[in-house]
């Protein structure tokens, strides 16, 4: 077992440093003004520029409270809406159940794009063209259908006699759901929300597509015209880019389990 | 009418179970309004429509198969579908063997500390948005000062600095090319827990018979992990053909048409066109070819058997 473990040690790190290196130059260069990135793309130098972050965060303050309210309802949403009706497949044995619940699985056989063109002239219709609402649902809907298939299986995993026990007290059904199922849930709702959220804080064809003008822009479409003046250059664009990004990171390294159990549950499922 | 009242009583007996469960239905609710009017309500208009010379507003006149006529002669469709054809088999390529090599390597580090890092560092760059990735590589092609063509001549390959994104012949692969080593992503995850999943004993057996390295890859590892690996085929099939973002950032299908994507194509002849009826109609097809594809994957890549 030893034979070979360090060459195993070094390539994977070599990979590792391989992989990381553009993320590497990102930051590196996000410090320095143009004249700095040519002198010397591949090293940190001094003097740091902060006033990069600064300008670049100007320039998108505004979108990224656009993006966390997108983000927060669009959370909301699919909690919402997949936890009640995981409950329900979890709960009863109800006529039409397997119907129901192909009808929500199918979902995720219909590629966003196929949609894409008629869901737009829906959400006008519904008066949500340029709203945070109208970037909130689309998406929201699409991650409903995995989150009731991840929380059904969960909320079928709770014993079976707890909802007897609870129904012998006589606790109606809207309380055991908020008072018991809920409260038990937190992983797997933790997970949902964290899927859905990183998937809409990232959604940017819906967002170019529904939104105009800089009302209700979202980050995402706001980091691809951040400009810096010509002495800063790209370095405002390039921290435009890593304050875009800290949100998520922030979240993945205060929640890693339900981040990692999510992305491999989810693409297992689906 | 005693053999009406004496058939058993089905139309009832369904429509009390529907009482009875009048709750279930209750909870149903909010998830059935929300899927059919945000997404199956726009998925059969897109079916109808494609149907129909509609511009969104005041056109909306039935032209039968008149819009599948028009993407038989399409050539902007005979490149798209060609373009992500050639990607997707690309990225299947590259899925099925680096990521794979860096699970396996992660997995058999004995270095516990060093482990844990890397499983962690390796998924972190599937948390940064994929928007910013592309901005990255847009920055780093750019021109004559771009990382790209500088660190060519930092290595004295100066000949070979190119106009990577401005030339037809090496636009799509530089397209390809974002992300390398395309090491750091969800395939490293799903390779990386099918591997945590295979029994100890299975390794112990294999020690036992004095499996080396590459036989324990073939005999054990690979056979375990047909599940992820038709996962990651399903996954790189259905990016691939969707994609959107990469070429809409770096070449916006340009030059000429040379990266144009079914999904771009869709984008430009509604939103720029005002052609949402033909727009419909590519997305149907996208639909079917990607309907028959994971059909195809799904018949031929079998799941892992399992091992009790």
């Known amino acids: ?270 | 009418m005693n053999e009406v009242a004496y058939t058993p009583p089905r139309g009832n007996g369904l429509l009390r179970r529907i009482r009875k469960n009048k709750m279930a239905y209750a909870f149903l609710l909010p998830a059935i309004l929300l899927l059919s009017t945000i997404k199956y309500y726009p998925f059969f208009t897109s079916v109808v429509e494609s149907l129909f010379d509609w511009n969104g507003v005041n056109i909306n006149r039935f032209i039968g198969f008149g819009n599948y006529a028009e993407l038989l002669g399409d050539e902007k469709i005979r490149v798209a579908f060609a373009n992500v054809f050639k990607i997707s088999t690309a990225t299947i390529a590259i899925q099925l063997t680096l990521p794979l090599l860096a699970a396996l390597l992660v997995f058999r580090i004995r270095n516990g500390t060093l482990q844990n890092f890397l499983k962690v560092g390796f998924i972190v760059p599937l948390v940064v948005p994929m928007m910013v990735l592309v901005l990255l590589w847009r920055w780093m092609y750019s021109g004559d000062f771009g990382l790209v063509n500088q660190l060519l001549e930092a290595i004295g390959l100066a000949g070979w600095k190119h106009s990577w994104l401005g030339d037809p012949s090496t636009a799509l692969w530089a397209i390809v090319f974002v992300g390398f080593p395309w090491v750091a992503g969800l395939p490293f995850l799903l390779y990386l827990a099918g591997l945590q999943s295979i029994s100890s004993d299975l390794y112990e057996v294999a020690d036992l018979e004095g499996a080396g390295p590459i036989r324990r890859l073939l005999s054990i590892e690979l056979p375990l992990l047909a599940s992820q690996i038709r996962l990651v085929l399903m996954y790189a099939v259905l990016q691939a053909f969707q994609l959107f973002e990469a070429p809409y950032i770096l070449t916006n299908g340009g030059p000429g048409i040379s990266t144009i994507t079914p999904a771009l194509h869709i984008y430009d002849q509604a939103f720029n066109y005002g052609r949402f009826g033909y727009a419909s109609s590519i997305g149907v097809l996208l639909f079917a070819v990607l309907l028959a594809l994971t059909l195809v994957i799904q018949r031929s890549v079998k799941n892992t058997d399992k091992i009790d």
């Not at chain 1, 990979?15 to 990381?20: D, E, P, R, V």
């Not at chain 1, 800089?214 to 015209?225: F, H, N, S």
Request: glycine share 6%; hydrophobic share 55%; proline share 5%.
């Open chain 1, 1 to 270: 077992m030893r034979k070979g473990s360090l060459s195993v040690n070094v390539t994977a790190v070599a990979l590792f440093a391989l992989s990381m290196f553009p993320f590497y130059v990102m930051v590196v260069s996000a410090f320095k003004h143009q004249m700095q990135i040519y002198e010397n793309p591949w090293m940190f130098a001094a003097p740091f520029h902060f006033d990069n972050f600064s300008e670049a965060f100007r320039q998108i303050r505004v979108p990224i409270v656009n993006s966390l309210l997108v983000t927060t309802i669009g959370i909301a949403v699919t909690l919402t809406a997949s936890a009640t009706a995981a409950y329900a497949f979890a709960k009863y044995d109800f006529p039409f159940k397997n119907l129901a619940f192909t009808f929500m699985i199918m979902l995720l056989m219909i590629p966003g794009f196929v949609i894409l063109v008629p869901q737009f002239i829906n959400i006008k219709n519904l008066g949500m063209y340029n709203t945070i609402i109208g970037q909130a649902l689309p998406p929201a809907a699409s991650y409903t259908a995995m989150g009731v298939l991840l929380m059904r299986t969960f909320f079928e995993g709770l014993s079976r006699s707890l909802y007897e026990a609870a129904e012998m007290e006589g606790a109606s059904d809207v309380r055991i759901f908020s008072r018991i199922v809920l409260p038990l849930s937190k992983p797997i709702l933790a997970t949902v929300a964290i899927m859905s959220g990183l998937q809409i804080w990232n959604n940017f064809v819906w967002s170019l597509v529904v939104t105009t003008g800089d009302k209700v822009k979202p980050v995402i479409l706001a980091i691809t015209t951040i400009a810096g003046n010509i002495n800063q250059g790209d370095g405002v664009k390039l921290a435009g880019y890593i304050i875009a990004s800290l949100p998520l990171l922030i979240l993945f390294f205060a929640a890693t389990k339900p981040f990692v159990s999510g992305l491999t549950q989810g693409a297992v499922k689906g």
